[in-house]
């Protein structure tokens, strides 16, 4: 019983790395004690190593919880400390006051006494353990969610004034946007913009099955473009061109996806009167 107190001694301290010998000691001191019980068990020489063994076991908890008590109280450990170590010298006396019928008596009664204190004590010790852990641990997730909920303003803080179109969605449902992405679309303010059925009002429908591919390819887990361009659709039907850059986010506990859009339309002219004039160009040049 000792040794296994040790050994859940040095578990509790944090030195249970330092125990190897307990899971040696416990079979050879069972059958030491089961050939001290056999041979006979008032054997004076045979029973001094046995409770001396005992003794040193206990004193030696005692100590480990005088001189690590962590971050939890320290006049529960000292405690603890100070009766396993009145304990392990009890024990190693025990041998020769039990031989005295007028000691006997008081050997039972403070042995009694002892395991009493040591057993409420460690009780004690338990219970004000867990209540400090999870003290500890509701101060961390409090922490961790007034952490979580000042990154989360900051990023609404952050899209809400970008010059970029910013839309969060989730299963084809617009749960946020911002005001440029309003702007964008034609919406006198981003609610209304984030109240329509969907993204399938913001694109052209030509577009529209080339990106569902895109978001069933994201469902199964398969490669999927993160950075494309489409033709959208404004409120009043006019078509532009949006370059889209997309990424998986957490939005209010939840898997979303955030579309950060960028009007390319003048971008597209200027491209396609590039190209005009290339073939121009390249005409007269044929002609000549």
Same mark, same amino acid.
């Given at each position: 019983?000792?040794?296994?107190?040790?050994?859940?001694?040095?578990?509790?301290?944090?030195?249970?790395?330092?125990?190897?010998?307990?899971?040696?000691?416990?079979?050879?001191?069972?059958?030491?004690?089961?050939?001290?019980?056999?041979?006979?068990?008032?054997?004076?020489?045979?029973?001094?190593?046995? $409770?001396?063994?005992?003794?040193?076991?206990?004193?030696?908890? =005692? /100590? %480990?919880?005088?001189?690590?008590?962590?971050?939890? #109280? *320290?006049?529960?450990?000292?405690?603890?400390?100070?009766?396993?170590?009145?304990?392990?010298?009890?024990?190693?006396?025990?041998?020769?006051?039990?031989?005295?019928?007028?000691?006997?008596?008081?050997?039972?009664?403070?042995?009694?006494?002892?395991?009493?204190?040591?057993?409420?004590?460690?009780?004690?010790?338990?219970?004000?353990?867990?209540?400090?852990?999870?003290?500890?641990?509701?101060?961390?997730?409090?922490?961790?969610?007034?952490?979580?909920?000042?990154?989360?303003?900051?990023?609404?803080?952050?899209?809400?004034?970008?010059?970029?179109?910013?839309?969060?969605?989730?299963?084809?449902?617009?749960?946020?946007?911002?005001?440029?992405?309003?702007?964008?679309?034609? $919406?006198?303010?981003?609610?209304?913009?984030?109240?329509?059925? =969907? /993204? %399938?009002?913001?694109?052209?429908?030509?577009?529209? #099955? *080339?990106?569902?591919?895109?978001?069933?390819?994201?469902?199964?887990?398969?490669?999927?473009?993160?950075?494309?361009?489409?033709?959208?659709?404004?409120?009043?039907?006019?078509?532009?061109?949006?370059?889209?850059?997309?990424?998986?986010?957490?939005?209010?506990?939840?898997?979303?996806?955030?579309?950060?859009l960028y009007d390319i339309t003048e971008k597209k002219r200027w491209?396609?009167?590039?190209?005009?004039?290339?073939?121009?160009?390249?005409?007269?040049?044929?002609?000549?």
């Amino acid at each position: 019983a000792s040794l296994l107190l040790f050994a859940g001694t040095m578990c509790y301290v944090g030195l249970a790395r330092q125990q190897r010998w307990v899971y040696i000691g416990l079979p050879l001191l069972l059958a030491w004690t089961g050939a001290f019980l056999w041979l006979d068990r008032v054997l004076f020489l045979a029973a001094i190593p046995l $409770y001396a063994l005992i003794g040193i076991t206990n004193m030696s908890s =005692g /100590l %480990a919880f005088w001189s690590r008590r962590t971050q939890f #109280p *320290r006049t529960d450990h000292i405690v603890v400390g100070v009766a396993f170590m009145v304990w392990g010298l009890h024990k190693m006396d025990d041998v020769v006051i039990h031989r005295y019928e007028n000691l006997a008596l008081f050997d039972a009664v403070l042995s009694e006494t002892l395991s009493m204190v040591l057993a409420v004590g460690l009780i004690i010790l338990a219970q004000r353990r867990q209540s400090a852990i999870a003290e500890q641990a509701t101060r961390r997730a409090q922490v961790s969610e007034a952490n979580l909920q000042a990154t989360e303003a900051r990023f609404r803080d952050l899209i809400d004034n970008s010059v970029l179109g910013v839309i969060i969605h989730r299963d084809n449902a617009i749960v946020y946007a911002n005001p440029a992405a309003a702007r964008l679309f034609g $919406y006198s303010t981003a609610m209304e913009l984030a109240s329509q059925a =969907g /993204l %399938a009002a913001l694109a052209a429908p030509e577009e529209m #099955p *080339r990106l569902r591919g895109y978001v069933r390819a994201q469902r199964k887990g398969q490669v999927a473009p993160e950075h494309y361009e489409f033709r959208g659709r404004t409120l009043q039907g006019t078509t532009l061109w949006l370059e889209n850059t997309v990424r998986q986010i957490v939005w209010e506990g939840e898997a979303a996806e955030q579309a950060t859009l960028y009007d390319i339309t003048e971008k597209k002219r200027w491209e396609d009167e590039l190209r005009a004039q290339e073939r121009l160009l390249q005409t007269v040049i044929d002609a000549i």
